[in-house]
């Protein structure tokens, strides 16, 4: 009754005007795959594109939470609204937040200007579930003017932040091992900005060498071809603990937004971006539906036994099987 009396367009007007109750109440019905959250985001869906959306990704302990809330304290002083979406490792018992990385943006929680929301990937091989997608675009219809997204990982198939964010932001520290993988010229394709937080390390000028080194093989310093016009991937450092940098990082994220935007990049990017977040979507409810249908088939059955049975490839299975749903 309470879910049916706060859902509809009552919902989406409380949304609309900032109501943070309602913004909760919208994420959490996306997030549980309730029809009225769908409803709801359609409704809504012509009122968003106004947010700066920021990822942030990089290896677990480099310290994203802490730089988030470093930043989310600058964005505010300058009088910005701020909704930040930390996107965890799901449990692999509950499907929930794994890490809760809100702990780390604990200064935050009381203030009405921002919005700090965990969710779980759900088991997502790029980091992004497709609820917490529709969820940036709630918290960019309800008013949020700045929305950091943070994203679990940096392996090779953990980058699809890129495709949802209009500036990514890489996160690294040296001395790490994670670090050290990050340095691949593929991965390296990725960032907007790149961070080297707890710069305190005695590594870190060594590390900033080497990924100014990664970045100009790859021919990454200022190339247009990446879609990044004649942009040059700045090296931030930062202690996000003490604060120590982040007016810097600030600074380059402002300029990354005025930079895409005299280019005419920004509508670029978004267009390459709703095109793969749809197909994303698609590619999601098609395995779902795959699956339901298949669950109690006897054929897929008696298919999966002749692969067990390694009379038949996997790959000829997955031919049969498509060339029977078609």
């Known amino acids: ?46 009122h968003t594109g106004n947010a700066a959306v920021v990822g942030f990704t990089g290896p677990p302990g480099a310290g994203k ?6 930043v989310t ?34 200064e935050h929680f009381l203030d009405q200007g921002v919005f700090i929301r965990s969710m779980a990937n759900r088991g997502a091989l790029g980091g992004l579930s497709e609820a917490a997608l529709q969820a940036a675009l709630l918290l960019d219809a309800a008013g949020r003017q700045d929305v950091f997204v943070e994203t679990v990982g940096v392996g090779q198939a953990e980058i699809d932040i890129i495709d949802h964010a209009d500036t990514v932001v890489l996160v690294l520290m040296p001395g790490s091992g994670d670090s050290i993988q990050a340095l691949k010229a593929g991965v390296m394709e990725i960032p907007d900005v790149i961070v080297i937080n707890k710069a305190d390390h005695p590594m870190t000028d060594t590390m900033v060498r080497e990924i100014r080194g990664v970045l100009s093989l790859a021919n990454l310093d200022a190339a247009p071809e990446a879609g990044r016009g004649a942009w040059r991937v700045p090296i931030v450092k930062t202690e996000a603990s003490r604060g120590a940098g982040v007016d810097e990082l600030v600074e380059r994220l402002e300029q990354h937004r005025a930079h895409i935007l005299a280019a005419g990049l920004l509508k670029e990017r978004r267009s390459r971006n709703l095109r793969n977040e749809v197909l994303s979507i698609a590619t999601a409810r098609m395995r779902r539906r795959l699956e339901e249908d298949l669950r109690e088939d006897a054929d897929f059955q008696a298919l999966l036994e002749e692969v067990v049975g390694r009379r ?7 031919s049969a099987l498509l060339q029977e749903a078609g």
């Open 73 to 106: 304290r600058a964005r505010r002083k300058a009088g910005r609204s701020v909704g930040v979406l930390s996107i965890d490792p799901s449990s692999p018992f509950t499907q929930g937040a794994l890490l809760g990385d809100r702990i780390r943006l604990t």
């Open 65 to 70: 939470s802490t730089l988030i809330g470093a």
């Open 312 to 318: 038949l490839d996997p790959a000829s299975a997955a």
């Open 1 to 46: 009754m309470i879910a049916r009396a706060m859902s509809g367009p009552s919902l989406a007007r409380r949304l609309l005007d900032g109501d943070r109750r309602a913004l909760a109440r919208a994420i959490s019905l996306v997030e549980d795959d309730r029809p009225e959250g769908w409803e709801l985001v359609r409704e809504v869906y012509p």
